[in-house]
Every structure is written in structure tokens, then in C-alpha cells.
């Protein structure tokens, strides 16, 4: 069975997309999104600098357009299952039928917009612990003084914390105490999947809410549970959780594999899922979409 897999924060590169602008569908909706936006976008995706693009409005706004209007310029897209990292979880409900483009890029934007909010309003960061069993990097976090929590359950042996900077680096020290492998501090804007996302939470609820979400055509596996989810109810719930709850990469994959997945099809900028889904389970086949121009 195949399964489309739709990668968040961290894969934007500049020039991305620009191959997709060549296909007619994909060009027509990124002049759409120009307009909704009311900026080109396009600009800053195909000529746009690293700095540009780490902008948290602009990263997940880029992302999810390149990863939406390449599902638009496949042929035959017909999935058994999707997951999203992230951000990457809209743009695989709006692939899968759930949300219709324009509602979810709407939602994007202001996801985004109240993150970045969120992330001004205290120092706060994002590491990634690699070499330590989650339980270890668990029980580190539990004790350090302050807010800092796991974050991203990437792999066995890769699991990202974010927490408010003072509690997050005290975390990263009693860590490569313990012998991990490598405690990378990450380039993003803030704490996210954590408590300090609060803020963002709450505003972003009622929006979800009130959006129009369709039964999608197959099991969208969710973040919040690792598990597949076809009522909107139970989705709509789960989106607004996922901005303060951990996302459970792992268990989704493991999820997946068990539930049929013979195939990952990484649909988005990068390659970075495809290597998580070799290191959860290396015997499975993992692909790139190919767009059709």
C-alpha cells in the first residue's frame, strides 16, 4: 500500500517550487496563493536567501505550497494512507481531500503567524538528542528546572526537546553527560510542540474549529497519536492539540507498517522522512514524488 509522507519545517531550500511553476496547474496556484497572500511568495521561494526563508511565516507557507501544489501535478495520486510531519500534517490533509487548498493555506498562514507570536514572547529553542533511549531523555527533562519537553520522536535514537533556552541548555548539558552521541542546538524560531505554544493554541483553535473539514479519501495518521484518523471531529482535535503535544513520528510510521504500508512516498522539498523511515525500519522501499510537467 502506498504511503504519502509530507515533510514540515526545516526542508526549505531557495529555488524550491520552481520546477512545479513550469507545470500550468502549478503555476495557477501559485499565482493563487500570490493573490490570497497578497505577496509573491514565489519570489521568495525561487530567489529568496536561507534567511529569508527561516522566517517561520515564510518557512511553513513554503513548504506547504511546495509540497500541496506537487500532490496537484501528479498523475494518478491515489494513497492508501498519508502522515505529516508537523506543519507537513495539513498538507497531507488537504492531499487527501480534507481541506481544499485555499482553506488550508489560509490555515498555514495563521498557524504560523501565531507560532512566531508565541516564540517572541520568551527565549526558547529546539535541540536535537541524538544517542539516548527516549526514556533517558524523558526522565532529563522531567527533572531539569524549568520548561523543556520532548518534542519530536523522530527515530530510535533521535528525539528533538524544546523548552525555554535556560531550561533547554541545563537539559543538553545533563544529556551529553549521559553519553549522547550529539546535542545539536536547531536554527528554529522557537519552542514549538511544547507548553510555550500555548499561546498559539488558543489562538488558533477557534480557526480550525470553524474550517470546513471533509472525511478525507484514507487514514490520515496524526502526530498527536501516531495513529489513522478518518473523522473530521477527532482530526479537527488533533490539529489543535498537535501544536503543544509531541509529534510521534516514529509510532506513526510503526503504525502504518502495520497497517499495510509497503511504500513511502516522501511528497514535499528534501529527502529528510525518507531517512527517518530507513533508520525506523531500513527494509522498507522509501521514494521521492516525481512531478509530472
Not at 6 to 29: V, W
Not at 36 to 63: A, P
Not at 263 to 278: A, M, R, S, W
Request: hydrophobic fraction near 40%.
Amino acid at each position: 500500500m502506498k504511503a504519502y509522507i509530507f515533510p514540515g519545517q526545516g526542508t526549505q531550500y531557495s529555488g524550491m517550487g520552481r520546477e512545479l511553476y513550469e507545470n500550468p496547474k502549478g503555476k495557477a496556484l501559485f499565482e493563487r496563493a500570490n493573490e490570497i497572500l497578497g505577496f509573491r511568495i514565489t519570489d521568495i521561494m525561487f530567489k529568496g536567501n536561507t534567511e529569508d526563508l527561516r522566517q517561520t511565516h515564510i518557512t511553513q507557507l513554503s513548504v506547504y505550497l511546495h509540497s500541496v501544489i506537487l500532490v496537484k501535478t501528479l498523475d494518478n495520486f491515489a494513497p492508501g494512507m498519508v502522515a505529516g510531519h508537523s506543519l507537513g500534517e495539513f498538507s497531507a490533509l488537504v492531499a487527501a481531500g480534507g481541506l481544499d487548498f485555499e482553506a488550508g493555506l489560509e490555515l498555514v498562514y495563521q498557524r504560523a503567524m501565531a507560532m512566531q507570536e508565541a516564540c517572541e514572547l520568551e527565549p526558547s529553542g529546539m535541540a536535537a538528542v541524538l544517542g539516548l533511549e527516549d526514556q533517558i531523555v524523558e526522565e532529563i527533562c522531567k527533572n531539569t528546572q524549568g520548561t523543556v519537553v520532548p518534542a519530536n520522536y523522530n527515530c530510535r535514537g533521535q528525539l528533538v526537546v524544546s523548552g525555554e533556552k535556560r531550561a533547554l541548555e541545563k537539559a543538553c548539558e545533563a544529556m551529553k553527560n549521559k553519553d549522547a552521541k550529539r546535542v545539536l542546538m536547531l536554527a528554529v524560531g522557537g519552542a514549538f510542540h511544547s507548553p510555550l505554544m500555548e499561546p498559539a493554541r488558543k489562538k488558533l483553535a477557534d480557526t480550525i474549529k470553524k474550517t470546513s473539514i471533509k472525511r478525507p479519501c484514507c487514514p490520515i495518521y496524526q502526530n498527536v497519536h501516531g495513529q489513522g484518523c478518518e473523522d473530521p471531529d477527532i482530526i479537527k482535535k488533533h490539529l489543535i492539540e498537535q501544536l503543544t503535544a509531541p509529534v510521534r513520528w516514529r509510532q506513526s510510521i510503526e503504525k502504518m507498517i502495520g497497517e499495510g504500508a509497503n511504500i513511502f512516498i516522501e511528497t514535499g522539498p528534501g529527502k529528510v522522512l525518507q531517512g527517518l523511515v530507513k533508520k525506523i525500519h531500513p527494509q522498507f522501499k522509501t521514494c521521492s514524488a516525481e512531478p509530472t510537467l
